[in-house]
């Protein structure tokens, strides 16, 4: 499979994610209504609380991609090998400190999530069976392994089915008044398959290796080398977190757990938005590191520049109609009382679109094994957020952490991302403004005028609204292609996309892009 191809089905894939997850609308729908604004709050920040345990690894997830797909590109098996048995040896060691310090927590979890009295317990109960979830710390290195060699859609089409098996068993759940507790359960039990389907497909393409990481002495010096680039992985994805996943935490301890499951319900299109454009640079990133390990310096910052177009006009394509409709949306889905106000789902949005940019450029530096050059950028827009968070959300509501976001984006990351792009890779600075400017300038009036249209009628339920937006989307991404992208993108693009699809190839196999 070649590095187009394998990138296009694992973007399709994690495509397909979504189209599933949109079965969750409905489900979010019931939860809320059974569990109430507080307990559903309650049990949104409760997961939030759990990805931060996640950090426990130290960031060796994000080093071990890297090393693996440089392997796998100079075709290095016996080093491959080496490096995903020190993996395991690792991550075995950190699962279980992973374990105590979740048990720590639960001494301390009605302190940092504020519920009734009533609710205490089963909080408690809810976080014991969250400890279970915890599992594919254990097994990282095997989807490390998928990823770098692009088999990413193989983990896509598991976690779709683990959101049907979440969606099915919270309501089911709910409906038998399990509270909290009856949702950790839920999503303890859905994570199981991928565990399963992790450990198997390492055991399959390296047999043998979880008994070698059981038995045999690791060799340091590639211990080493990973270490090396998982202190800067580590800060990167703490800083990462503070800087995206900490609104519902900020909102839910100043202002209280009902607006934070506000919150979170009015940005859920966004943040489904902005999970499918993060989704290209993660499908996109094994066959940039490839192209940089083979030294095509001249391609690689072709194609990057070329994505960073294509994210930008996929990002007004589907942000302008949620900002346009997300009003209608909500009072059809969950209701009114939930909406907290257009500013922030235009503020989401905006912030979405530079999230999509940023993870792509990102993933130039994590997917080469220079994340280090990323720490002091990443560290210090965590700060400025989290510190403007704090006190946007003291001074206007619960605006404030997505003001946060915006500030530090505009201060820090919109600026120093490029100019650290072009003076490791040569990238042109002006080519990759260039690239998404055009789009977001014809973008602007597109969603203003969709904004306009919108307050015209009323859709038809829905399913209604989601037809109106998937035109709107689909016009505009159509027209973008038609006169964004030139005569020759167009020709590169139409052939990618009949290497991806066998039956639609014309005149033989295209090339290994």
């Known amino acids: 499979m070649n590095r187009s191809r394998a990138a296009i089905w694992n973007y399709a894939s ?32 409760l997961t939030d609380w759990l990805g931060y345990l996640s950090l426990i690894e130290l960031g060796l997830t994000g080093a071990l991609s890297p090393m693996l797909a440089r392997d796998l590109a100079r075709q290095d098996r016996e080093r491959s090998i080496a490096t995903l048995t020190v993996g395991l040896q690792i991550f075995l060691i950190f699962g279980g400190l992973t374990l105590v310090a979740a048990l720590a927590m639960w001494l301390v979890i009605g302190r940092i999530i504020p519920v009734d009295s009533a609710d205490i317990l089963d909080l408690r109960i809810a976080w014991g069976i969250s400890l279970v979830s915890l599992l594919p710390t254990a097994v990282a ?35 038998l008044g399990w509270g909290i507790s009856g949702q950790a359960l839920a999503t303890t039990l859905a994570v199981m398959p991928l565990v399963i389907m992790l450990t198997y497909e390492g055991m399959r393409h ?73 989704g290209i640079g993660a499908a996109a990133w094994a066959g940039l590191a490839q192209l940089h390990a083979k030294g095509e310096r001249e391609q690689f910052n072709s ?21 346009a409709y997300n009003s209608e949306f909500m009072a059809i ?7 907290v106000g ?31 050059r990323m720490v002091p950028v990443t560290v210090t827009a965590a700060v400025i957020n989290l510190t403007s968070s704090v006190i946007a959300t003291h001074a206007f509501g619960v605006i404030g952490p997505t003001m946060g976001t915006t500030i530090s984006f505009l201060s820090v990351s919109l600026w120093i991302l490029p100019r ?9 600075i002006r080519g990759l403004f260039r690239a998404w400017l055009i789009p977001v300038a014809y973008g602007v009036p597109f969603t203003v005028a969709l904004h306009f249209l919108a307050r015209t009628h009323r859709p038809w339920g829905l399913i209604g609204l989601g037809l109106e937006m998937g035109v709107a989307a689909a016009i505009f991404v159509g027209l973008g292609g038609r006169f964004l992208l030139g005569p020759d993108a167009r020709a590169v693009w139409s052939a990618r996309l009949s290497a991806a699809i066998p039956r639609f190839r014309r005149n033989g196999e295209p090339p290994d892009e």
């Open 206 to 278: 390296e047999k043998g290796l979880l008994r070698a990481a059981l038995s045999t002495r690791p060799d340091w010096s590639v211990g080493r080398e990973l270490i090396s680039l998982a202190v800067p992985s580590f800060l990167i994805g703490l800083s990462g977190r503070i800087s995206v996943l900490t609104d519902s935490l900020v909102v839910g301890n100043i202002l209280g757990t009902s607006l934070a499951g506000s919150l979170v319900l009015t940005l859920k299109l966004v943040v489904m938005a902005q999970g499918q454009l993060q």
């Open 420 to 428: 650290e792009l072009s003076r490791t890779f040569g990238t042109s």
């Open 141 to 175: 290195p095997f989807r490390s392994l998928a990823d770098a060699g692009q088999r990413g859609y193989r983990i896509n089409l598991a976690l779709a089915m683990q959101s049907l098996m979440i969606f099915g068993l919270s309501c089911g759940f709910a409906r």
């Open 14 to 45: 994690a495509l397909l994610f979504t189209a599933i997850t949109l079965i969750g609308l409905w489900a979010t729908k019931y939860v809320l209504s059974v569990l109430g604004p507080e307990r559903f709050g309650a049990s949104r920040m």
């Open 303 to 323: 194609r990057l520049i070329e994505l960073t177009g294509l994210v930008a006009m996929l990002a007004v394509g589907a942000l302008g109609p949620i900002t």
């Open 342 to 372: 257009p500013w922030v789902v235009a503020l989401g949005a905006f912030n979405a679109l530079l999230l999509g940019l940023f993870s792509l450029w990102f993933w130039c530096f994590t997917g080469t094994g220079q994340v280090a």
């Open 333 to 339: 889905w969950v209701g009114t009382q939930h909406d």
